[in-house]
């Protein structure tokens, strides 16, 4: 027995909580579903605030790297093409100079055998 002196007196008052006239099990002066509904509301607007603030800031940071870009005048894709061009006059100069160095070879092995 609890104290309404019924078996189902705690049950019987879980069951009330929900209902508009039930004073008692109050939270804040409301009922338990007006209780839950003001929290799913403060979820939601938290939500939107967080969903709105990310939307900011991810117009912050477009923005942002725009201008610098617009400062700096500097193309990464133009940057990578010229480190390629230059990498390959490298490679092109470095490949003439080995037939140079192949035919001053083969020069002075040439006058060595002769003399």
């Not at 002196?5 to 209902?19: M, V």
């Not at 390629?84 to 490949?95: G, I, K, N, P, T």
Request: hydrophobic share 35%; aromatic share 2%; net charge negative.
């Amino acid at each position: 027995m609890d104290a309404s002196g019924t078996a189902n007196g705690i049950a019987n008052q879980l069951s009330s909580l929900g209902t508009a006239g039930n004073t008692q099990g109050n939270i804040n002066g409301m009922n338990l579903v007006q209780f839950l509904a003001q929290i799913a509301t403060n979820v939601g607007q938290e939500n939107q605030t967080a969903t709105s603030n990310e939307a900011t800031q991810t117009q912050v940071q477009t923005q942002a790297t725009t201008l610098r870009t617009q400062v700096s005048g500097v193309s990464l894709d133009t940057q990578a093409t010229e480190v390629l061009q230059f990498q390959r006059a490298y490679q092109a100069s470095a490949q003439v100079l080995t037939v140079l160095n192949d035919i001053l070879d083969s020069t002075i092995n040439m006058m060595t055998v002769t003399t």
